[in-house]
T-cell receptor
Framework: GENVEQHPSTLSVQEGDSAVIKCTYSDSASNYFPWYKQELGKRPQLIIDIRSNVGEKKDQRIAVTLNKTAKHFSLHITETQPEDSAVYFCAASVGSTLGRLYFGRGTQLTVWP | NAGVTQTPKFQVLKTGQSMTLQCAQDMNHNSMYWYRQDPGMGLRLIYYSASEGTTDKGEVPNGYNVSRLNKREFSLRLESAAPSQTSVYFC??????????????FGEGSRLTVL
């Protein structure tokens, strides 16, 4: 099956700085790459996603880039705020059932005021 | 509009006991999923139901069974609980198995401890 690796496992930044989280995947047939944010004790929530036919997608302060050749994708958060502190998970899906996801192990992002 | 509701929120079992986790969604979604979350492991798919009447194994199906009771409800059963099944279980749903929107909507989670 698919294998998704995520780095770093922890990331600390100063408020206002940028944060970048990187993921690689193994199955070249993967076609959907979402990112989920999970606050402590809460459920995961989708923050942004990208399809395999798109190289970059932005939504206000967050962006995702995809390099299909290298099989990696990244989450970029600009102008970080303390409320961005959470665990972020990347994921990949193969085939038509988009919710059938393979998740990375997560990145604990801490934004210091 | 409650979204995805799962019960119970907490459960303690002894090894060998059985239990069923219940999940219901009121968003008229076709697809439903059960994931487990363990520290440092991310989320792993146990079983899913792409549409009413179908179920399929995910990444870690051993020791579990599922039932898609109707379009709204998808239950997860542990027939003989083992300590390795201690985890937080999340039910999720999505609008369709394919198509334009793959967003998963998660329930609040069920924390299960097997002694």
């Amino acid at each position: 099956g698919e294998n998704v690796e995520q780095h770093p496992s922890t990331l600390s930044v100063q408020e206002g700085d940028s944060a970048v989280i990187k993921c690689t995947y193994s199955d070249s047939a993967s076609n959907y790459f979402p990112w989920y944010k999970q606050e402590l004790g809460k459920r995961p929530q989708l923050i942004i996603d990208i399809r395999s036919n798109v190289g970059e997608k932005k939504d206000q302060r967050i962006a995702v880039t995809l390099n299909k050749t290298a099989k990696h994708f990244s989450l970029h958060i600009t102008e970080t705020q303390p409320e961005d502190s959470a665990v972020y998970f990347c994921a990949a899906s193969v085939g038509s059932t988009l919710g059938r996801l393979y998740f990375g192990r997560g990145t604990q992002l801490t934004v210091w005021p | 509009n409650a979204g995805v509701t799962q019960t119970p929120k907490f459960q303690v079992l002894k090894t060998g006991q059985s239990m069923t986790l219940q999940c219901a969604q009121d968003m008229n979604h076709n697809s439903m999923y059960w994931y487990r979350q363990d520290p440092g492991m991310g989320l792993r798919l146990i079983y899913y139901s792409a549409s009413e009447g179908t179920t399929d194994k995910g990444e870690v199906p051993n020791g579990y069974n599922v039932s898609r009771l109707n379009k709204r409800e998808f239950s997860l059963r542990l027939e003989s609980a083992a300590p390795s099944q201690t985890s937080v279980y999340f039910c999720a749903s999505s609008a369709s198995s394919g198509g334009a929107n793959g967003e998963l909507f998660f329930g609040e989670g069920s924390r299960l401890t097997v002694l």
